[in-house]
C-alpha cells in the first residue's frame, strides 16, 4: 500500500497544479521527494502510464472540453494545454481520440476523455470492509422524478456483478467515453438492466447512459435502447469534503435504496420493466441512485 499511497499522492498534486501556468513535471518528483527514475517505476507499476503520459492524457481531455465550451483558436487551445505547435497538439490529439481537433469542434462525437481515477480508490472498493467505517453515514434524500420517453446506450457484461467487476471485466474507458457525448441527459452509470434487456450469455450488469429520444450515433461495442416515459426515486447522498469517502457516500446510498419503506409511499420497484441506475459519487454533488417506480394502484369500493 506505501506504493499505492505514494503514486495517489502524486495524483492528488497533479490534479491540484496541472492548470498552474509554470506547472512541470519535476515538481511532483520534488513534492514526493524521490528521484524521476523512482517515481517513474512507481507509477507505471501501478497505474500502467509514465507521469508524463498520465498529464498528457489529462490536458488532451481537458483541451477536448475546450474546444466545444470556448470559441478559443485551436492554436490557443493547445498553447493552454502545454502544446507548443499546432501541428504537436493536432497530432497527439488525433492519435488519443482518432479524429482532429477542427473537425471534433465542427462536429463533437463521443471521444474517451480520460478520468482520473485516484489509485487507492480501486482498494478502497475492493475491501468491503472499507465500508464498515466508524464515521456516521451520510444523509440522502430520496426525491421522485419523472424521466421523459429517451435511449440508453449501454455496454453489457458477462459475469460482473458490480462497478468493480465490470471494470475488471471491460475496463474503465467506458465512463470518459460515454461522458463526452454533449446530448447526454444525465452523466454515465452503471445500469442493472431491466428483464426484457437481458441477452443469453450476459448478466444483467451493464455500463451505460442515458440521451434523448431522437439520439441517433452509434458507438462500436455498445447498443441502444428505446425507453418509454416512466418514474424514478432518485437517491442522493450529502457532498463529501474527502476524496476518499466517495465509498462511504455510495455505502448510504445503497443503505438508504435498501431500507426505504416503498410501499409507505404508495410506490412498488419495476426494475424488471426499466434500468436501475448507479451514477457512483462525485465530491460537489455525493453518490446518486435513480431506481425505477410506480404508484401502488389502490383498490376503492
Known amino acids: 500500500m506505501n506504493k499505492i499511497d505514494t503514486v495517489t499522492k502524486m495524483q492528488k498534486y497533479i490534479k491540484e497544479h496541472i492548470e498552474d501556468d509554470d506547472f512541470c513535471i519535476d515538481e511532483v518528483y520534488s513534492f514526493i521527494g524521490y528521484t524521476e527514475r523512482h517515481c517513474f517505476r512507481l507509477f507505471k507499476g501501478v497505474l500502467g502510464m509514465t507521469p508524463t503520459e498520465y498529464i498528457k492524457s489529462i490536458r488532451l481531455s481537458n483541451s477536448a472540453e475546450a474546444l466545444t465550451a470556448s470559441d478559443k483558436s485551436i492554436l490557443s487551445v493547445a498553447v493552454d494545454s502545454g502544446f507548443k505547435t499546432n501541428e504537436g497538439f493536432t497530432r497527439s490529439f488525433k492519435n488519443k481520440f482518432s ?123 455498445y447498443e441502444t435502447a428505446y425507453l418509454s416515459q416512466s418514474l424514478y426515486l432518485c437517491f442522493q447522498s450529502d457532498p463529501y469534503e474527502n476524496e476518499d469517502d466517495f465509498a462511504l457516500a455510495i455505502a448510504s446510498v445503497d443503505k438508504a435504496v435498501e431500507k426505504f419503506d416503498y410501499k409507505r409511499f404508495s410506490y412498488s420497484v419495476v426494475n424488471n420493466k426499466y434500468p436501475s441506475f448507479n451514477y457512483g459519487a462525485q465530491q460537489k454533488i455525493g453518490a446518486r441512485a435513480a431506481i425505477p417506480i410506480e404508484l401502488i394502484k389502490e383498490n376503492r369500493l
Open 99 to 221: 479524429i482532429n481537433p477542427n473537425s471534433y469542434r465542427k462536429s463533437p462525437c463521443p471521444i474517451p476523455l480520460f478520468t482520473q481515477y485516484p489509485a487507492n480508490h480501486y482498494f478502497i472498493i475492493k475491501d468491503k470492509e472499507s465500508r464498515q467505517t466508524n464515521k456516521k453515514p451520510m444523509i440522502c434524500t430520496a426525491t421522485a422524478k419523472f424521466k421523459p420517453e429517451r435511449k440508453i446506450i449501454f455496454k453489457r457484461a458477462k459475469y460482473a456483478t458490480g462497478y468493480l467487476s465490470y471494470c475488471e471485466e471491460n475496463g474503465c474507458d467506458w465512463e470518459g467515453l460515454l461522458n463526452s457525448i454533449k446530448e447526454k441527459t444525465d452523466t454515465a452509470a452503471i445500469i442493472e438492466l431491466p428483464d426484457n434487456l437481458i441477452k443469453s450469455g450476459y448478466s444483467r450488469i451493464a455500463a451505460g447512459i442515458e440521451v434523448p429520444a431522437d439520439y441517433n450515433f452509434e458507438i462500436d461495442g
